[in-house]
């Protein structure tokens, strides 16, 4: 028996108590007892009856390398972890927001270098950076940068070359990660070049 069923056993009891009381006692005080357990019960019924939904993380995406073949292959993973398993899309946006918590990502493929991106992600307080592209003092955000490569979210190297592809193709750029630069199981992590700024990039050392 399910606990849903067991639930509405106990409703219906409650329901079925209230309208003995009501048909045999004459008492008021109990009759209204009785009138409210009816109620009470009905209501429990009711509710017992709207389906029920778990509430459940969203699906960690699987990083296949057999399924990656080219660097389009590699950015439509980076998508699907942009907006699941790598929590990107909690902060930042792809385009102008007011609500902002984090930097609008739209174009920054084309602003920064891969390298400059990946250290971004590992290494996010290395470099503060300073939007100068409005009127006033640079805009600060609320939000501070985690280092994803580890917990809670901790993506792998792989996931996060895959997090850059995306983010060069949706701004435009050839994507310039290759899937051979892609980590086997089993067999060394390549290194990762120093990071250096794209042409507009703007950093504060911190």
Do not use: W
């Not at 009381?21 to 004459?26: A, E, M, P, T, V």
């Not at 640079?138 to 809670?152: G, H, L, Q, S, T």
């Amino acid at each position: 028996m399910s606990e849903v069923v067991r639930l509405q056993l106990i409703c219906l009891s409650v329901v079925g108590s209230g309208i003995l009381i009501l048909l045999f006692i004459k008492s008021v005080f109990p009759r209204v007892i009785g009138f409210v357990a009816i109620v009470l019960g009905l209501f429990m019924l009711t509710a017992l009856a709207v389906p029920q939904m778990a509430s459940l993380p969203p699906v960690e995406e699987k990083f296949d390398i057999a399924t990656v073949k080219t660097p389009t292959d590699l950015a439509a993973i980076g998508q699907k972890i942009f907006f699941s398993k790598g929590q990107c899309a909690l902060c930042h946006t792809i385009g102008p927001s007011e609500s902002a918590r984090c930097p609008d990502l739209k174009g920054i493929g084309a602003k920064l270098s891969r390298e400059f991106l990946y250290e971004s992600m590992t290494q996010p307080q290395a470099y503060v950076y300073m939007d100068y592209r409005h009127e006033g003092l640079p805009k600060m955000y609320p939000a501070e940068m985690p280092a994803i490569n580890k917990n809670p979210i901790g993506l792998s190297r792989n996931e996060i070359l895959s997090v850059i592809a995306f983010l060069q193709q949706m701004s435009g750029e050839p994507i310039s990660i290759n899937p051979s630069e892609l980590d086997v199981p089993g067999s060394p992590a390549a290194p990762v070049k120093a990071a250096q700024s794209g042409p507009v990039a703007v950093a504060q050392a911190h």
